[in-house]
């Protein structure tokens, strides 16, 4: 596809931007401590206008350091001394022909008061969600402080270079909380009424507008449809797009959500791209101004497709760009089957909003550390290395040790790469697992890694090549509970993944976690009787909240029998025997079948027999320590970027 509509030049006010990409602003907490730019903010957004992005709006940008701290390292424009760090942001976005834009952004209600030290303040004393801290409602007085406080960050954000203004009016912080009866209680001039409600906004608007003229391009970002019941809708959103129309920004960037349904702004893997498309479509049919949208896009053909279609105007690029800065670049070189694609995963999400740490991506290891992996040392010199086991750590360390000139054999005992995760695969919703399988092939093949496939490697046939180190890859075992088991009553979840038994009658798990509630959707869908039994106090225990309500929202309509809290100590012939981990209540469970999801053991005998008779062996991913697909990915990036001929234990 040649993607005519996607790097055709668009405008936006007076400025011109090359293409119809637009990075999405998403927020990282790479900033430093006091909220400024350094080298790790500023090489991973240097890094994604090198990989062509036509227009990047930073992550949320604090306006105010008093009232609004969201983070601990959130960017800010609150203060003189962010505009130097800022300044370096926009030289190294500009010398690759980037445009950039600052989302200027106060949290309102949705403020830390951990961090600030002080209550939130808000439109009113509604709550960002139920379980959230009670702000205090703004007076007239603070209403004008904190209008004036953003439009001196406007000003800073042009002294430092920024092509232009974002107004953060989406996800219920404070410009949103503004714009929402839900939130908004007000009854004098800033709230009640539409008009009312739109004042704060407009006032700062007119403000930099004042400060800055008319030819300054501010956009808006906005929720085009909450997607949340008693809050806004699309026909609210409409309205709000139009009456900023008529106050002359210069362009639209539509999000969706609220801080009570975060899913319909960062959606996980089992949303369809496209399902929001209808909303942006609503504005860019009644709207002259530019629209900018997010719909989940993960590849160049649809958001071309988008764009054909008459969704938007630019194409709202957001975990794309997380996950493959060179998105773009690949697009327009014919390259799009070399793209890592988001997955959904959500653990850039679960970093950020679930543990307070800075993002990472499970496909791009480099993520946030761009700073740290700026290029591979091409010191390979087409020395031989072998790497066993075809998974994502292994087809990872390849990709890496080929760039760096090495010339790379890979042995995986499976017919084709990707290892378990081909089993991982087979869940509802998990098949863009094999997408980010082919796209490391295509990268492996490209880079001219031989593989050997189809028979399991023994040392005699590593020795053949005689490599400088050997990279072991080998995955880890089906873990098996050290019971007494009858004969013939267990197999594995792989087992039934991957079809190779039929499952009838009453079907036990072992296992609560995601394996054992990914196996149990599977055979509910198939129309199975399915009992779960997990030793932790409940299902999916440890699971980001996100991915762990996704799931059970779709088990739990089939009602299953979920008994948690219980060990299993011994399987008899149509039964289960388990013990309560509290109590030590002992009851009977009766099955026809249980399959074991009790995690996995890295094989322990393979590693020793081939560190028998190699002494340059670099264990990584599950063979080493069993976890994520992030896990694996990112341990064999370092490894394989960092060896030298070094010998790790």
């Known amino acids: 596809m040649a993607y005519n509509r996607l790097f055709e030049t668009g405008r936006i006010g007076n400025i011109t931007i090359k293409n119809r990409g637009v990075m999405s602003p998403m927020g990282t907490d790479f900033a430093e401590y006091d909220g ?33 701290i969201p983070a601990v390292r959130n960017l800010r424009a609150s203060r003189d001394y962010h505009i130097s760090g800022l300044e370096r942001l926009t030289e190294a976005v500009h010398k690759y022909g980037c445009k950039i834009f600052a989302q200027l952004h106060h949290g309102g209600a949705t403020s830390k008061p951990s961090l600030t030290g002080r209550q939130s303040i808000s439109s009113s004393d509604v709550p960002a969600n139920p379980s959230a801290p009670r702000p205090r409602p703004m007076t007239i007085e603070d209403i004008k402080t904190v209008q004036n406080k953003f439009i001196a960050a406007a000003v800073r954000c042009k002294k430092a270079g920024f092509d ?39 006032e700062i608007i007119d403000g930099i507008r004042a400060e800055l003229g008319n030819k300054f391009p501010i956009s808006v970002r906005i929720c085009g449809d909450e997607m949340t019941p008693g809050m806004l809708t699309l026909e609210d959103g409409i309205e709000i797009g139009l009456f900023l129309e008529r106050k002359g920004i210069d362009v639209i ?15 996980p893997f089992s949303y369809k791209p496209g399902w929001k498309k209808h909303v942006a479509k609503a504005f860019k049919e009644n709207l ?19 764009l054909a279609e008459g969704v938007c105007d630019f194409v709202g690029l ?9 998105f773009m670049n690949k697009a327009k070189q014919g390259r799009p089957d070399e793209i890592r694609q988001c997955i959904g995963c959500m653990y850039c999400r679960e970093r950020l909003l679930g543990s307070d740490m800075p993002v990472m991506c499970t496909v791009n290891p480099r993520l946030g550390c761009e700073y740290i992996y700026h290029g591979y040392k091409k010191d390979g010199n087409e020395k031989p290395i072998a790497v066993i086991g075809g998974g994502p750590a292994g087809m990872e360390a390849a990709i890496v040790l080929a760039k760096r000139g090495f010339k790379v054999t890979l042995f995986d005992r499976n017919g084709k790469l990707g290892g378990t995760v081909n089993t991982a695969s087979k869940p509802p919703y998990k098949d863009i697992l094999n997408t980010l399988i082919k796209t490391m092939e295509t990268e492996i093949r490209k880079l001219g890694v031989t593989t050997v496939l189809g028979r399991e490697a023994t040392p005699d046939d590593i020795k053949k090549i005689n490599p400088c180190a050997v990279f072991l890859a080998t995955g880890a075992e089906p873990a098996i509970p050290d019971i007494p088991m009858a004969p ?5 979840a792989e087992d039934v993944l991957n079809e190779k038994i039929e499952l009838n009658g009453n079907i036990l798990i072992a296992g609560t976690g995601m394996t054992g509630l990914e196996t149990a959707e599977t055979l509910l869908e198939r129309g199975k009787h399915v009992t779960l039994v997990g030793k932790l106090p409940k299902a999916g225990e440890g699971t980001y909240a996100v991915i762990l309500n996704d799931i059970m929202d779709r088990i739990n309509k089939y ?22 981990t509290k109590t030590d209540e002992v009851k009977k469970v009766n099955c026809d079948k249980v399959v074991l999801a009790v995690g996995i053991n890295p094989p322990k005998e393979v590693i020793n027999d081939f560190k028998a008779h190699f002494s340059n062996i670099v264990v990584i991913g599950d063979a080493k320590t069993g976890g994520r697909i992030h896990d694996a990915i990112k341990d064999a990036f370092i490894r394989a970027f960092a060896w030298e001929n070094e010998i790790f234990d």
């Open 36 to 68: 400024s730019a350094g080298d790790r903010l500023i090489s991973y957004y240097e890094e994604r206008a090198k990989g062509g992005i036509g227009l990047i709006i930073t992550e949320y940008c604090g306006v105010d350091d008093v009232d609004s």
């Open 164 to 202: 232009g203004i974002e107004l953060h009016g989406a996800h219920s912080y404070l410009i949103a909380q503004f714009f929402s009866p839900y939130f908004n209680k007000r009854t004098d001039q800033y709230g009640g009424s539409f008009e009312n409600r739109m004042r704060f906004i407009s």
């Open 253 to 267: 960037n539509i999000s969706n959500g609220s801080s009570l349904n975060g899913n319909a702004n960062c959606d």
């Open 288 to 306: 002259s101004i530019p629209v900018i949208a997010t719909n989940t896009i993960k590849n160049p053909d649809f958001a071309e497709e988008l």
């Open 318 to 326: 957001g975990r794309s760009q997380f996950a493959d800065p060179e």
């Open 488 to 492: 013939g009553m267990t197999c594995t």
């Open 559 to 580: 009602s299953p029998q979920i008994i948690s809290g219980h060990r299993i100590i011994e399987i008899k012939e149509g039964c289960a025997i388990v013990r309560n």
